[in-house]
């Protein structure tokens, strides 16, 4: 008789255990499920404007929980680039490819380069709960707006137009070729900002910065 109770009894507790499991399976599924997708982010603004500057500035707040997104670029590599830090550098034809194979969540031509942006590396990220940054241009974020709902866009923009022409200088990584049209595309850009939920002055660097910061904590 009490060998039956003991064996009932190992039975019973052996059962509540797998019930426990069962139900903090359960449970944590619907965490996973519950998760808030991450934001998605874009940042554009003229190039010279310092939208790298101030995309390394917010990567140190690890509390914006912020991810960035490398984009893939048929441009030439920089002195000091990596690949795959700053860009996947690719031939025009591995370019076309990824276009034709649908792999972008957008893509654009920027004074002779095309650059783009891969979707799936963007979609993972925001399913886990990051909130995912894109440095992209004005055409490229036109694109993601009527794609998708719910973006967090930001316009950098430059004191002046001669303001820009100077800070490309000073950065010396280009000709005065490319300068200059780099500060003609500016111009055309600056007429994009209205399609912006945020327009941001970077005269002060740490202004700029904490600005956006503000921004992303509110959509959080
Ligand atoms: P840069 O050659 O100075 O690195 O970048 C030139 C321009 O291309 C910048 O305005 C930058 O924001 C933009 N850009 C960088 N990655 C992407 C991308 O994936 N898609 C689009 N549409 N533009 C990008």
Excluded at 41 to 59: A, C, D, F, N, Q
């Amino acid at each position: 008789m009490k060998t039956i109770i003991k064996k009932n009894s190992i039975k019973l507790k052996f059962k509540l255990c797998n019930w426990n499991a069962s139900y903090f399976l359960i449970k944590l599924n619907r965490m996973e499920n519950n998760k808030k997708k991450g934001l998605l982010l874009i940042m554009s603004g003229p190039s010279g404007v310092g939208k790298g500057t101030v995309r390394e500035k917010l990567m140190e707040d690890k509390s914006l929980n912020l991810f960035y997104s490398v984009s893939m670029t048929t441009r030439n590599m920089r002195p000091g680039e990596v690949n795959g830090r700053e860009y996947y550098f690719v031939t025009k034809e591995d370019f076309m490819k990824q276009v034709a194979d649908d792999n972008l969540l957008e893509w654009a031509e920027y004074v002779g380069n095309c650059y783009g942006t891969p979707r799936d590396k963007v979609e993972a990220m925001r399913n886990e709960g990051k909130n995912v940054l894109l440095e992209i241009d004005v055409k490229g974020a036109e694109n993601v707006f009527k794609k998708v709902p719910d973006v967090v866009s930001i316009f950098i923009a430059p004191p002046s137009v001669e303001e820009l022409r100077n800070r490309l200088r000073g950065r010396g990584t280009e000709s005065e070729e490319v300068i200059n049209n780099r500060v003609n595309a500016a111009a055309k850009e600056l007429e994009y900002k209205a399609l912006y939920k945020h327009v941001v002055i970077n005269d002060k660097l740490e202004d700029a910065v904490e600005e956006i910061r503000q921004i992303i904590k509110r959509g959080m």
